[in-house]
């Protein structure tokens, strides 16, 4: 009796491990070429008259190699979906494209930032430099608030297309630094 209640305990936790750690990964939309966000992507909608945004999260994770003792910096794009809204009752179309434009911008610096530290030799930042995962994100942040602006948030059209054709050009030219679908 005392073997199946330490087995069904240990049963237990497995689940409750399992049940959150599949929780965490739901919401995290990952950024992907395949997939372009939808309305199913943003946990909050919104009602009318109020605009909405999306979360997105550059997240590091270190990694050894238990036999060769190799670190590795691994680099993931996501798009939190419990912190992003979109209102679907309003300019649709308009919040996608921008949305989506904004989450491949981050692409650019997820793989600059795997490019940064695809080896080992990468120098940390100094209490008066920065390092070139702060630098990153940074540029990351600068170049989303120049993209808002530029495009009044993805409104006007033409300069909507010139910002797409040039991300297109710069993913395509860092496509060895991208996660593998």
Known sequence: MRISVSVLALLLSFI???????TATTDLVPWSAKHRLTVGDFGVKLKKGNVGKAEFQLATEK???IYTHQKR???RNNMVRSASSINPNQHLPEQL?????LFDIMEIYARQLRQATATPTTVAGTPKSPSPEERIVAAAAKRRQR???ETQYGTLAAKQARWEKTIQQELAALQQFAVPE
């Open 16 to 22: 409750t491990i399992s049940s959150r750690a599949q």
């Open 63 to 65: 990694r050894t190699n």
């Open 147 to 149: 993209y808002g602006v």
């Open 73 to 75: 910096i691994i680099v």
């Open 97 to 101: 494209r921008f949305q989506q434009t």
